[in-house]
Every structure is written in structure tokens, then in C-alpha cells.
């Protein structure tokens, strides 16, 4: 099952321009970690943020974590056109048995114009 | 160093027959995840090992699929009597305990 939501399912702007997507999910987490996917192949970590975070910045790169209202958010700034590729978040939730057991969002489709 | 690896990147096989799938993880991970995205279902977790602790099978769909981990390093996932929904990118992840987790290319399995 899904857990964690994405919006906007897809998202089309020109470089130079700032990218938001959001993420949100139901159940307490300990860590919430987005990827990047090109062409359907591997995933690229981007950033991992654990619960006790609120913010974390990678170069163009700023992830906000909001666990009042479980939700989260990838910023890109001045996006490139290589930046063009699906986004997903993917929360590691508390409890259970196994800590690292990852469910992801269905993602967000970012196409960048040259 | 060497990431995730996977092989192989693309098997075609028919239905019924059986398949291995392999990942080799980064060398010192102790954890290994498999994972799975078709259209359908997009990105599901499948199965979890970590160290010598009983894997994490939760995310298997069926008794038709199997993994094994020798000697902590690499995986084999094992799908018997394939089915046509059967039909993938299988990623495979590891990671120190508690960090994030690297994936491999995958393997793109088609089912005929």
C-alpha cells in the first residue's frame, strides 16, 4: 500500500524557475528520504530527513518535514534541465519490526524547459 | 567505491518458468532491501534483510517468490512459475542500519 501521497502528480516549468513538490503520509515515521528516477531505472537518494529534523538543505536542494502534519516538501531551486525526471518521497515508519522497510509515494513528474 | 549492482538489467522469459535475479550490494552494507515497480502498483517493498536477523518477508506477494542472502553480502531473488502481472523492474537497495538506502539499475523483467 501507499502510504505517502505526492502532489502534484506532475509539474512542468522553465529552468531557472524554483520546483515544489509535497509529500504527505499517515502513519508516525522515523525518517522520510526523497529520490530522483530517471527513465524508470534506479533511484538516486537525494536527501534522508529524520523525524527530528524540520529542515535539511543539499546544495540546490531544501527538504522542510512537518510530522504535526505529516508532510514534507522537496524544493529545487533555479532548476536545470537535467533536473527533469520523477521525484519520490519514501517514509520509513515507526514501529513494527523492521526500521528501514521504505513506502514510497507515487511520485512527481518534473519536466524542465530548456 | 562500487554501488548496488544488479543482473541481469533485462530477462525476458515465458510463463511458468522460473527466474533468479541477482544483487550484489555495497561492500560493509548490512542491510539489503528488494523492491519492486510495475505501472500498476508503482514502488512496493518486497522483502528485508538485515545482518543475521530473519528477513523481513512482509512485502512478498505470493509463495512463488523467494530471496536468500549468502553470507551477508549477495541476494538472489527467486520467482517461481511466473505469471504475466509478474511483470517489472526489480531494485534491489542497501544500506547501513539506519541511513539511507542506495539502489542498484535493476533488473527489468518481462513475462510472456
Known amino acids: 500500500s501507499q502510504q505517502g501521497e505526492e502532489d502534484p502528480q506532475a509539474l512542468s516549468i522553465q529552468e531557472g524557475e524554483n520546483a515544489t513538490m509535497n509529500c504527505s503520509y499517515k502513519?508516525?515515521?522515523?525518517?522520510l528520504q526523497w529520490y530522483r528516477q530517471n527513465s524508470g531505472r534506479g533511484l538516486v537518494h537525494l536527501i534522508l530527513?529524520?523525524?527530528?529534523?524540520r529542515e535539511k538543505h543539499s546544495g540546490r536542494l531544501r527538504v522542510t518535514l512537518d510530522t504535526s502534519k505529516k508532510s514534507s516538501s522537496l524544493l529545487i531551486t533555479a532548476s536545470r534541465a537535467a533536473d527533469t525526471a520523477s521525484y519520490f518521497c519514501?517514509?520509513?515508519?515507526?514501529?513494527?519490526?523492521?526500521?528501514?522497510?521504505?513506502?514510497f509515494g507515487q511520485g512527481t513528474i518534473l519536466t524542465v524547459h530548456p | 567505491g562500487a554501488g548496488v549492482s544488479q543482473s541481469p538489467s533485462n530477462k525476458v522469459t515465458e510463463k511458468g518458468k522460473d527466474v533468479e535475479l541477482r544483487c550484489d550490494p555495497i561492500?560493509?552494507?548490512?542491510?539489503l532491501y528488494w523492491y519492486r515497480q510495475s505501472l500498476g502498483q508503482g514502488l512496493e517493498f518486497l522483502i528485508y534483510?538485515?545482518?543475521?536477523?530473519?528477513?523481513?518477508k512482509s512485502g512478498l506477494p505470493s509463495d512463488r517468490f523467494s530471496a536468500e542472502r549468502t553470507g551477508g553480502s549477495v541476494s538472489t531473488l527467486t520467482i517461481q512459475r511466473t505469471q504475466q502481472e509478474d511483470s517489472a523492474v526489480y531494485l534491489c537497495?542497501?544500506?547501513?542500519?539506519?541511513?539511507?538506502?542506495?539502489f542498484g539499475p535493476g533488473t527489468r523483467l518481462t513475462v510472456l
Open positions: 537497495a542497501s544500506s547501513l542500519p539506519y541511513n539511507e538506502q542506495f
Open positions: 502513519t508516525s515515521i522515523n525518517n
Open positions: 530527513i529524520r523525524s527530528n529534523e
Open positions: 519514501a517514509t520509513d515508519s515507526a514501529g513494527g519490526t523492521s526500521y528501514g522497510k521504505l513506502t
Open positions: 561492500s560493509g552494507h548490512t542491510a
Open positions: 534483510f538485515q545482518g543475521n536477523s530473519a528477513p523481513d
